[in-house]
Structures are given as C-alpha cells and as structure tokens.
C-alpha cells in the first residue's frame, strides 16, 4: 500500500511504517562493537523495544528512548538516523 501526497510518500509493507528517515542503529552498534545487552543494561531500556527499535520494526521511538540511546552510545540522533530524501 503506498499513500501518496505533493509533500511525503510512506509506504507500509509488512504492516511496518518504512519512511524517508533511515534507523541506522544496528549499523552503528555494530561501528562501535556494542551489544544490546549492554545497551539495556545501561539504560534499563525494556530488551524487547530495543530488539524492535534494532531490527527496523518499530513505527516509532521515544524521545526519552532516544535520549536513552545517545547517552549509551555517546552519540546524537544524527548518528543513529539517517533522512534519505524520496527520489521524486
């Protein structure tokens, strides 16, 4: 299912939300040689929303998850997102 207006396009395979914003996380844990049980145990994070969050099959994230990413990760949002402009 594709829906379509003059400023946004979101496409909704799989029943998940696929955007112009790339999750880039797993990419980045994997750069900085993190595991998700370190991630949970430092942010007390519940392991099942990281796992969503790490596997792409999240419709969104929390800015205090977000937060909560960055601290463990010493990094920002722009590390761990990507915006990906639509090609049209």
Same mark, same amino acid.
């Given at each position: /299912?594709?829906? %379509? @207006? &003059?400023?946004?396009?979101?496409?909704?395979? @799989? $029943?998940?939300?696929? #955007? /112009?914003?790339? %999750?880039?996380?797993? =990419?980045? /844990?994997? =750069?900085? !040689?993190? +595991? *998700?049980? $370190?991630? &949970?145990?430092? &942010?007390? /994070? !519940?392991?099942?929303?990281?796992?969503?969050?790490? *596997?792409?099959?999240? *419709? #969104?994230?929390?800015? !205090?998850?977000? @937060?909560?990413?960055?601290?463990?990760?010493?990094? &920002?949002?722009? $590390?761990?997102?990507?915006?990906?402009?639509? +090609? @049209?």
């Amino acid at each position: /299912m594709v829906i %379509n @207006n &003059t400023n946004w396009k979101l496409y909704l395979p @799989n $029943d998940y939300y696929i #955007s /112009m914003i790339k %999750n880039m996380l797993a =990419e980045y /844990m994997l =750069e900085k !040689d993190v +595991e *998700k049980r $370190d991630i &949970t145990k430092l &942010t007390k /994070m !519940d392991r099942h929303v990281l796992n969503r969050i790490y *596997k792409k099959k999240t *419709k #969104s994230i929390t800015f !205090d998850n977000l @937060n909560k990413l960055c601290f463990a990760l010493d990094c &920002t949002p722009n $590390d761990l997102f990507r915006y990906v402009p639509d +090609e @049209n």
